[in-house]
Each structure stands twice: as structure tokens, then as C-alpha cells.
């Protein structure tokens, strides 16, 4: 039976929800998703122990935590494994292989993340993988998002390093979940780096149900009109999909999107439930 009823709360977001005095929840720049389902499943972990501090607040037991998935190698969705593993929590890990890159910014900053393949299998039961995995009976890690569209992930600003070398960095490693229901897809994405048009559309061939019921996570619209003009059409033809974009969507594409769908913005501290 597909999931007839999914709640999932923002552990981590670049904005908090006002709260009140005893529950004031902190947003940094990042993002983590607590959800539950068919299994529990942590859809990254934020940049830092914050994620632990407003689990607390939240009222959730991240022991209970079956599944963490990295959406993609970047500090601000990863680095929080490293207070995660030293609380005591440590289930299945799942990600692509290339989240361990040697990740740089153009200045030959170091941007990926704070811990090696060597560690996080010594942390967790570190998984790997490229191809589509079924962690439930109606819960796919989409593993490597093939970039099928034409204004998607056409450019990047990103580097990795490789034979001393920096190298243009396309993020084959970035993925999302994919959540059957009886009312269509629940698509998580972390960032998007690989186009959320692009992770959608995979997502509908990987699992066969071709209807979007909601899409949530990091949307990576910043500056490009064209892009953003194109997302909104495509998201103008799916039929009544709940969109909730956050982290890593600017403010004029947030604002695109609330003129076209009058959309909700969620922030850390905030539950949404599917049913």
C-alpha cells in the first residue's frame, strides 16, 4: 500500500519560524528534512549540531532515524553528520559516491565536506550509489539525475579538484527522494543542482506514477530569468502540484513563484503533512 500519510518538519532551513520564548528554533544556511513515512528518513543534516538542537525543540527523537540521505556533497547539507555520529546516531547512510569529491570554489576555497568515505563508513553503514534504490516499498533515493532538459544545469560556478587541477563541477552526485502516495508523487530535493525539472521528470521514470502531489526542498533559482521562466511553465503544466520552495531559492524566485502558485514558504521549525 503507498503511503497514505507523510510528515515531514524542517530541521534546518536558511530562515526560522518565529517561535516563542522556551521554542525558538534557529535557521542557518543549509537545510534538513525529518521524515516519516513508511521508514524515518533524515534528507541531509544541515551545516552544523543545529540540526540536534532544534530536533529537540521539535519534539523529535533523531535515535529513531532508520535512513540519512545526502542530496549532494556540499558543506551546508552534510556537515552536520559529524555531531549526528558523535550523539550516538548512526543509521543507513545513502549517497551518491561522488559526495566525497574534493570540492573547491573558484578561488580554490575549500566547499565540500568536512569528512572522507573512510570516516563516514567507519560512522555509519555507509551505502553508495548511482543508480536508483528503493529504501521501502515506496521510497526511492534517485541516485544520479540524468540533465535531460535544455535550461537546467547548463552552466555551473562550481569547481572540484582533480590532478591539482580545478575542474568545472556539474554535481553528478545531486539526488532527491522520490515518495509515493495514492495521490501522486512527494518529490524531496536537497538543492537541485541537477535541475528540479530534471528530478521530477526522473522521478516520474523511476517510479512510474507520472502525477506530482508535492515538491519541497532547495530549488537552486538564483539569478537566471530563463530558467526560472521555464520551471514556473513547467510546473504550470503538472496538475495541482503543492510546491514548497526554500533554501537556495532566491527572493525574486520565490516571489515568481508565489505570484504563479501562491505558495507557502516553509522555515525551520515548520511541519508539513501529507495525507
Not at 172 to 195: M, R
Not at 211 to 222: D, Q, S
Amino acid at each position: 500500500m503507498k503511503n497514505e500519510s507523510i510528515r515531514m518538519t524542517l530541521l534546518c532551513e536558511d530562515q526560522a519560524r518565529m517561535g516563542f520564548r522556551d521554542k525558538t528554533f534557529s535557521g542557518q544556511h543549509g537545510l534538513a528534512v525529518f521524515i516519516e513515512a513508511e521508514t524515518t528518513i533524515l534528507l541531509d543534516a544541515g551545516p552544523s549540531a543545529v540540526v540536534l538542537e532544534n530536533a529537540r525543540l521539535a519534539g523529535i527523537d533523531l535515535k529513531r532515524t532508520e535512513w540519512i540521505v545526502l542530496s549532494h556533497g556540499h558543506w551546508d547539507h552534510a556537515d552536520g553528520l559529524l555531531a549526528l555520529a558523535e550523539s550516538g546516531i548512526r543509521p543507513k547512510l545513502i549517497c551518491h559516491p561522488g559526495v566525497f569529491v574534493d570540492r573547491r570554489k573558484p578561488t580554490g576555497e575549500f566547499n565540500g565536506v568536512a569528512f572522507g568515505r573512510d570516516w563516514a563508513t567507519d560512522m555509519f553503514r555507509l551505502m553508495e550509489h548511482t543508480a536508483p534504490y528503493q529504501i521501502a516499498d515506496n521510497i526511492w533515493f534517485l541516485g544520479e539525475i540524468p540533465r535531460q532538459n535544455d535550461f537546467e544545469a547548463q552552466q555551473t560556478a562550481f569547481s572540484f579538484m582533480q590532478d591539482e587541477k580545478l575542474q568545472p563541477d556539474f554535481l553528478s552526485d545531486d539526488t532527491a527522494l522520490a515518495i509515493e502516495t495514492e495521490k501522486g508523487l512527494v518529490v524531496v530535493s536537497g538543492c537541485s543542482h541537477a535541475g528540479i525539472c530534471n528530478i521530477c521528470e526522473y522521478a516520474k521514470q523511476v517510479t512510474g506514477e507520472h502525477r506530482l502531489h508535492t515538491v519541497l526542498g532547495g530549488f537552486h533559482l538564483l539569478d537566471d530569468s530563463v530558467v526560472l521562466d521555464k520551471t514556473i511553465a513547467y510546473f504550470k503544466d503538472q496538475q495541482q502540484v503543492r510546491l514548497y520552495p526554500m533554501h537556495c531559492t532566491a527572493l525574486p524566485a520565490l516571489a515568481r513563484f508565489y505570484q504563479a502558485f501562491k505558495i507557502e514558504k516553509l522555515c525551520t521549525g515548520d511541519t508539513l503533512t501529507i495525507e
